[in-house]
């Protein structure tokens, strides 16, 4: 019996030991991180995001007949950014805009 409590009260601090140890906090260390500030050199262009983002997976044709305000444009931009368009911050902004200006 007590072998059996010995045994249970080891495999209890190991399974505690490895729990506390993957729920651990940061390392310290910072990962890098790369940064691209759109600066006056460089200008966003919403018809060339749409071109080339949007139509990887939709045709022009079917942006085209859609018609929405900045809201519903953004709301939509969002969306597909979590399905995996490949659009930071910025060019989230940009192209909501020129979406909502071009097709109201």
């Known amino acids: ?61 079917r942006i085209e007949r859609a018609s929405k305000s900045a809201a519903g444009w953004g709301l939509n931009v969002r969306e597909m950014v979590g399905k995996g368009a490949e659009l930071n911050a910025s060019e989230q902004e940009v192209l909501i805009e020129y979406l909502s200006i071009t097709y109201p």
């Open 1 to 61: 019996m007590i072998r059996r409590t010995t045994f249970t009260i080891v495999i209890l601090t190991l399974l505690v030991s490895v729990f506390i140890s993957a729920c651990g906090g940061s390392t310290g260390e910072v990962s890098p991180t790369t940064e691209v500030n759109a600066g006056p050199e460089t200008t966003l262009d919403g018809k060339a995001l749409l071109e080339q983002r949007c139509t990887a997976c939709h045709t022009l044709e």
